[in-house]
């Protein structure tokens, strides 16, 4: 599935942040200046704060990587590329990380910067895209997504607990197109009469002719010098 990235400077409203639990706990500025938001912060982040849902989170359910994860995720790190208007294909891309366990960022793709990073690192202007280390996957296929997360070391679905990362809200600073009205079919014009219009008028009904001989009899043969015809004698 895949939905074009190009499209979506210009269309409509944000996904909304989910109320799970667990969903985006934190919001920090990664090496390269972008604001990221996860339920787990990665090495080197500068600026880390908690997010509002991160204020819900019970205590116990924020503990740290298991050390197998932590090691993967420093030396292959997932990134997600998704977009605002990106609906089920960023969902079943999302949900097949959360699956695994696999903890990611998530990049939103919604102006001309961020969407020339995704051509950069995925070589691709389609969301969804999954970036494992420098491997990149365009659009979601779960086969394809799986072999990447193998290659890469990470545990199989159930070694450990599905994560709950949900959809980040929308970027700040991003703002809806006003959406296009839909314009009706001009209806086809009808056919005006012309000045004398005898579409609707019934003439007389025709007159026989002048000389009609179609009921006339004419008079008996005459009989020649030797009887009528065809009479023998």
């Known amino acids: ?13 944000a996904a909304a942040v989910s109320g799970q639990a667990l969903a985006q706990q ?13 339920d787990v912060v990665p090495p080197g982040a500068k600026q880390v704060r908690k997010t509002a849902a991160a204020d819900t989170v019970k205590p116990e359910a924020a503990a740290a990587l298991p050390f197998e994860l932590g090691q ?3 030396n292959f790190p997932v990134k997600l590329y998704t977009a605002p208007i990106c609906k089920a294909p960023c969902e079943l891309a999302r ?3 959360n699956k695994r366990g696999v903890p990611f960022s998530e990049i939103q793709v919604w102006n001309v910067e961020t969407l020339e990073e995704l051509k950069k690192v ?3 202007d389609n969301v969804p895209a999954l970036v494992v280390g420098r491997s990149a996957q365009s659009g979601f296929d779960q086969s394809r997504y799986d072999a990447l997360l193998d290659s890469a070391g990470y545990p199989a679905a159930g070694v450990y607990p599905a994560r709950t990362q949900a959809a980040p809200a929308a ?9 296009a009205e839909s314009v009706a079919p001009a209806a ?6 012309g000045p004398y219009d005898t579409s609707g008028l019934v003439g ?6 002048l000389y009609d001989s179609s009921t006339l009899v004419g008079p008996p043969p005459k009989p020649g010098q030797y009887g009528l015809p065809g009479q023998g004698k």
């Open 1 to 13: 599935m895949i939905f074009r990235a190009f499209l979506l400077v210009s269309l409509t409203a």
């Open 26 to 38: 934190y919001r920090w500025i990664d090496d390269k200046g972008r604001v990221q938001f996860g």
């Open 72 to 74: 993967l995720q420093k």
């Open 95 to 97: 949900g097949a990380l």
């Open 122 to 124: 995925a070589g691709t």
């Open 171 to 179: 970027p700040e600073g991003y703002e809806a197109p006003p959406v």
């Open 188 to 193: 086809e014009p009808q056919q005006k009469a």
């Open 204 to 209: 007389p009904p025709p007159k026989p002719p």
